[in-house]
């Protein structure tokens, strides 16, 4: 069985909301490779904000954060970022992630996107990190303390967990889950918050978590959009 919503073939709707969908997260969560699967089946562009700094910048991050040190960096970060949220074709935009360090790009974010914080266990990271470093795929990643790339991952995790939390507007947790299935996860809130007029919470409020349960969770979130929609709201 397809393990992606069966009912729609034309993707998601953004309906005149002009929002993208935006995947934030510590490094290796996932966003680049999630949000690659959801846009294809969005039939949405994918946008990585890593890779847009590196091809305008002709260098690697690791070259810039080594030549011009990590403000440089989220100079430019914070720039690609919002000229690729100004254009009016929906995306969907892997971040990199310390993108939600500037306050002026969590509140862009906040307004011309879906946010969706995904998560995974410190140790899941880890080993996906460690895998990333031996194959040579880390080179978008240089390690950002003097603890380096695998020890600075719970101290800083934790100092940006809040930052996370005020950017996003749910949450979805990988545990021991593919890639295939958080995708599908990532689709299935997207679409449903896209179709019906989906209630946002503010800035600062708990996000909708969506975690083992992901079926449990969307529910809750569609019947929430419901409950948005039903005549006694739209008429008082
Ligand atoms: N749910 C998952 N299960 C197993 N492996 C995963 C999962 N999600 C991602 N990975 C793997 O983890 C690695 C890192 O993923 P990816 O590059 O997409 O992370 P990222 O969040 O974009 O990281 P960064 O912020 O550094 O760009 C990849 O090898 C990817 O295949
Ligand atoms: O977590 C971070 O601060 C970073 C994550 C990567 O995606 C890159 O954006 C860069 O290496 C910085
Ligand atoms: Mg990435």
Same mark, same amino acid.
């Given at each position: ?34 949000? *690659? @699967?959801?846009?294809? +089946? /969005? ?5 990585? $904000? #890593?890779?847009?700094?590196? !091809? &305008? ?49 969590? *509140? @862009?974010?906040?307004? +011309? /996107? ?5 998560? $995974? #266990?410190?140790?899941?990271? !880890? &080993? ?55 995708? /599908? ?52």
């Amino acid at each position: 069985m397809s393990a992606w919503p069966s009912a729609r073939t034309e993707g998601i709707h953004a309906g005149g909301f002009g929002r993208h969908v935006a995947l934030i997260g510590y490094r290796a969560v996932g966003k680049s490779t999630i949000g *690659a @699967l959801v846009a294809r +089946r /969005a039939r949405w562009a994918f946008v990585d $904000a #890593d890779h847009e700094i590196e !091809r &305008r910048a002709g260098r690697s991050i690791a070259e810039i954060f080594a030549n011009d040190g990590e403000t440089v960096f989220r100079d430019w970060e914070a720039q690609v970022i919002a000229e690729i949220l100004a254009g009016t074709h929906p995306v969907v935009l892997a971040t990199g992630g310390g993108a939600i360090l500037r306050a002026e790009t969590r *509140a @862009l974010l906040r307004q +011309r /996107a879906f946010v969706i914080w995904l998560t $995974a #266990d410190p140790t899941e990271l !880890r &080993r996906r990190l460690a895998l990333s470093l031996e194959r040579g795929r880390s080179g978008h990643r240089p390690a950002l303390t003097s603890a380096g790339l695998l020890e600075e991952i719970e101290p800083i995790l934790a100092a940006r967990a809040p930052l996370y939390r005020a950017a996003a507007h749910a949450e979805i947790a990988g545990l021991n889950r593919s890639v295939t299935e958080v995708a /599908a996860d990532v689709y299935r809130l997207a679409r449903s918050c896209f179709e019906v007029t989906c209630p946002l919470p503010a800035a600062g409020e708990s996000p909708p978590l969506l975690p083992e349960d992901p079926s449990g969770t969307a529910t809750a979130v569609q019947q929430a959009a419901v409950d948005m929609e039903s005549p006694s709201r739209r008429s008082s």
